[in-house]
């Protein structure tokens, strides 16, 4: 964790970044399924819900067909073409995994920040709270999230943000401990700042830049939560073009063909290798040192 | 020490505990009702209040919980299944269903660990080369590829490779415990044991990525970080081979972390494990509570989550303690 404010050294960071291979393949990646969730409309030769042979105008329903020119990814068990599906689900994924680390920095951020300015019986009680979630595996969180809710995409985006939560708020507050004694937040306390001033102000430009790392690494990990969720499929909708859906799906016909999972599968895996690429290209770029648990 | 240990047991004691009153808490508050899970739209309210009355759900949720607490420290009775296998007990869907898991999860490591610290090792002495780059990049895959994805690949490649935990009837075998391989071995059936290890091979190596690749990257880590240090420059000085100076002086130094990560890892492999038995239709404990979460069988959800907990908590434990018997620097604050 770098003891100075961030802007110090930002020309440096960004030097290092900009010179990293790994860099520019996450931003290549991210940036893939990114344009294809907004793109989807335009890019896309079929309808999510649409079976190739009511695109086609044929008679003869069929299903499974292997990668041609008309399906690049062939087509699942109900005819729809894999590749339509899977740039449909990039909107689904992204987004439900985008909105969950968005509502784990918006809880874990403030507990952390309030737990490292406080101190004393509020850090005690914030962190005794994070310690009693981490002491469950992530999964069983979700499980019980989940057993509380009907289906929908709701309930996992919840739970998948409450796992996420104890990630920022820790992080947040070892930031906030190693700049809470320093001179500048000292000459603030002096000058009669107040407590909100102080947190807000003083204290949270420290811990941006290790939140933007850990987001960043946490997109890629709630991509992967949430598909597992509707993968499982106690999460989601069954019928929705999303990519653990999809894989649920043609989890039960693999005997006939392969090609329904591909898709989703890789679609899953490169957005979370682009993820993972930006996030450790960061932390690389801007010398932070993460807490390895 | 002693006192360190106390410390960290009753901070063991008291998480698990808030867990208990979490889980029960979350099970409870639940908008869905077990009864309508398990009659549908057979459900008449007298029934249901019938029902209710029986299990004793309608009383206070302090006397639930009292009631609750009581059973489970005097007799270990963690209620019985209502859904899925009404009338089972709970402990007894977990006697058989945590075995499973157990040998599944730590197979993944008996591979993990050793593969992924050789890579980590590989990687820090060739650092920035070929070497280096291959294990780095597939670690980084590794941990990007979704568990449920590259099974899915496994069982299609693999397609001849048996799922799931079956001995052919013809072997005439009975199991005592759930513990198959371990008990094959025992026993000297070492058919039943081929059999038992053809069958965890796939599920384990699609579990073990994920900690394989974490582990070799805080291997790499560490080790970087000791062999910069002054006495590795020494003894590489005083002419001790590089495999000596790999081996006897760096890795014992970059224990702590490794083996700190590789435990917190067998923890994750718990929840991992859900996914996988999942997968390859594992008999395992995830598979089970993944279903009773389907089928809202509270009981089960409640006893699984408060078991994996608890182990999840011990295996924490063992660390801390671990930690300090490994490296005597660590202050007992």
């Known amino acids: ?293 | 020490m002693t006192r360190y240990l106390i410390r960290r047991l009753g901070h063991a004691v008291a998480t698990v505990a808030a867990a208990l009153l979490l889980v029960f808490l979350a099970v409870r508050v639940l908008p869905n009702n077990p009864v309508l899970a398990r009659y549908g739209q057979h459900a008449t309210p007298g029934k249901v209040a019938e029902e209710m009355q029986r299990h004793g759900w309608d009383a206070p949720l302090a006397t639930q919980a009292w009631r609750f607490v009581k059973g489970l420290l005097t007799q270990g009775d963690l209620g019985e299944s209502f859904v899925l296998n009404p009338g089972e007990s709970v402990a007894s869907i977990l006697s058989r269903t945590l075995p499973a898991t157990i040998e599944l999860t730590l197979a993944a490591m008996v591979l993990a660990v050793p593969l992924g610290v050789s890579a980590g090792i590989v990687s820090a002495v060739w650092r920035n080369r070929w070497p280096d780059l291959i294990c780095m990049s597939a670690a980084l895959v590794g941990v990007s590829v979704p568990v449920f994805f590259l099974g899915i690949c496994m069982l299609s490649i693999f397609s001849n490779m048996p799922t799931g935990l079956r001995i052919p009837a013809t072997l005439d075998y009975e199991f005592h415990t759930g513990f198959y391989l371990l008990e094959a071995l025992l026993r000297g059936r070492f058919d039943i044991f081929a059999i038992a290890v053809r069958q965890i091979c796939l599920p384990a190596a699609a579990l073990a990525t994920i900690p394989m690749a974490v582990i070799a990257r805080i291997t790499r880590g560490a080790m970087l970080e000791v062999l910069s240090a002054d006495y590795i420059r020494t003894a590489r000085a005083k002419g001790a081979s590089a495999w000596r100076v790999v081996f006897r002086h760096a890795l014992p130094n970059a224990a702590v972390p490794i083996v700190n990560i590789a435990g917190f890892q067998l923890g994750l492999l718990l929840s991992g494990a859900v996914l996988t038995e999942t997968v390859f239709s594992w008999p395992g404990l995830g598979r089970e509570m993944v279903n009773a979460v389907k089928s809202s069988d509270y009981a089960i959800v409640q006893g699984g989550a408060l078991v994996v907990a608890a182990v999840f908590v011990l295996i924490n434990l063992v660390l801390d303690i671990l930690y300090v018997v490994l490296d005597p620097r660590i202050r007992l604050s």
């Open chain 1, 1 to 293: 964790m770098t003891a100075q404010k961030p802007s110090a050294g930002g020309a440096r960071a960004r030097k290092r970044f900009c010179r990293s291979a790994k860099s520019w393949m996450g931003l290549a990646l991210v940036g893939l399924m990114l344009g294809a969730a907004l793109a989807a409309d335009w890019v896309t030769p079929y309808k999510a819900n649409q079976t190739s042979t009511a695109a086609a105008g044929e008679e003869h329903l069929a299903n499974h067909r292997r990668p041609s020119r008309r399906h690049w990814l062939g087509t699942d068990a109900n005819d729809y073409d894999v590749l339509t599906r899977v740039i449909y689900g990039s909107r689904l994924s992204l987004l439900a995994g985008g909105v969950s680390i968005l509502l784990a920095v918006s809880v874990g951020a403030p507990a952390g920040i309030a737990a490292g300015y406080f101190g004393g019986v509020v850090d005690a009680a914030i962190m005794r709270t994070i310690d009693i979630v981490l002491a469950f595996p992530s999964i069983l969180i979700a499980f019980l999230v989940l057993t509380a809710f009907h289906n929908g995409w709701t309930p996992v985006i919840l739970a998948v943000g409450l796992i996420n939560i104890p990630i920022f708020a820790r992080q947040v507050r070892a930031a906030i401990m190693t700049v809470r004694d320093l001179e500048y937040v000292q000459a603030a306390r002096a000058s009669g700042a107040s407590s909100g001033y102080l947190m807000w102000r003083v204290l949270a430009p420290a811990a941006v830049t290790p939140v933007i790392v850990l987001a960043t690494l946490g997109l890629g990990s709630a991509v992967i939560e949430v598909a597992g969720l509707s993968f499982l499929g106690i999460g989601g909708n069954a019928g929705d073009a999303e990519w653990g859906a999809m894989l649920n799906e043609a989890k039960d016909h693999l005997n006939t063909s392969l090609w329904p999972a591909i898709g989703p599968g890789a679609a899953i895996s490169l957005t979370v290798l682009g993820f993972n690429l930006l996030g450790d290209s960061l932390r690389d770029a801007l010398d932070i040192r993460l807490d390895a648990r």
